[in-house]
């Protein structure tokens, strides 16, 4: 059984630029959370998706959207790339049993030059 | 609002000898905590979880941590450190319910000499 999967693994990027992040969530989960980790911090959430729709958000900017599919897979786009952007971006996954347990993938390092 | 303190940025003991890593948090329900490992270059693990069923909580590689609600605190601790469990360790506070955003510390560097 796959965990969670991020693709690319790593991607560098010009200010400006827009990126797409990927997320293929572990097999029974339904819902897909993002979050943001600066060097030497800790992940700060972006948003949650259920049901193809964004249930909850974290004090993100608008740059940061997002889109889940049917097969409840999803994206992060980030619009107008800010060299404070750079950053580990991790997607997890959860709904399965238990339920509040979240999955994380190994995350995609976003370089802003 | 809920938060959540990690103590110390950086911890380090001797193989085979006890580990601590303190965490404090701030709640105004009775709050999901969680404790997750992430080891240079890898996704983060769960190590245990607290959802208001014993206070004492039992994870993986010999991990505990006591939810002391009295003190709002939930140490995470080892009877004996292996070289393996050095790694960034993070205390975390869930939000709004099973499947709410989770509330990260700024985390623990653990070393562990030989």
């Known amino acids: 059984d796959a965990g969670v999967t991020q693709s690319p693994t790593h991607l560098i990027k010009t200010r400006g630029q827009q990126v797409t992040l990927r997320c293929s969530p572990k097999?029974?989960?339904?819902?897909v959370s993002w979050y943001q980790q600066a060097l030497g911090q800790g992940p700060q959430f972006i948003f949650q998706y259920y049901e193809e729709e964004e249930r909850q958000r974290g004090n993100f900017p608008d740059r940061f959207s997002g889109h889940q599919f049917p097969n409840y897979s999803s994206e992060l786009n980030v619009n107008a790339l800010l060299l404070g952007d750079s950053a580990l971006y991790l997607c997890?996954?959860?709904?399965?049993?238990?339920?509040?347990?979240?999955?994380f993938g190994p995350g995609t390092r976003l370089t802003v030059t | 609002a809920q938060s959540v303190t990690q103590l110390d940025s950086h911890v380090s003991v001797s193989e085979g000898t006890p580990v601590l890593l303190r965490c404090n948090y701030s709640?105004?329900?009775?709050?999901?905590l969680f404790w997750y490992v992430q080891h240079p270059n890898k996704g983060l693990q769960l190590l245990l979880k607290?959802?208001?069923?014993?206070?004492l909580v039992k994870g993986i590689n010999g991990f505990e941590a006591e939810f002391k609600k009295s003190e709002t605190s939930f140490h995470l601790t080892k009877p004996s450190a292996h070289m393996s469990d050095a790694a960034e360790y993070f205390c975390?506070?869930?939000?709004?319910?099973?499947?709410?955003?989770?509330?990260f510390g700024k985390g623990t560097k653990l070393s562990v000499k030989p």
């Open positions: 607290y959802t208001s069923a014993a206070t």
């Open positions: 975390v506070v869930s939000v709004g319910g099973s499947q709410g955003n989770l509330i």
């Open positions: 097999s029974g989960h339904d819902t």
């Open positions: 709640s105004s329900y009775s709050p999901s």
């Open positions: 997890a996954s959860s709904g399965g049993e238990p339920a509040y347990e979240q999955y």
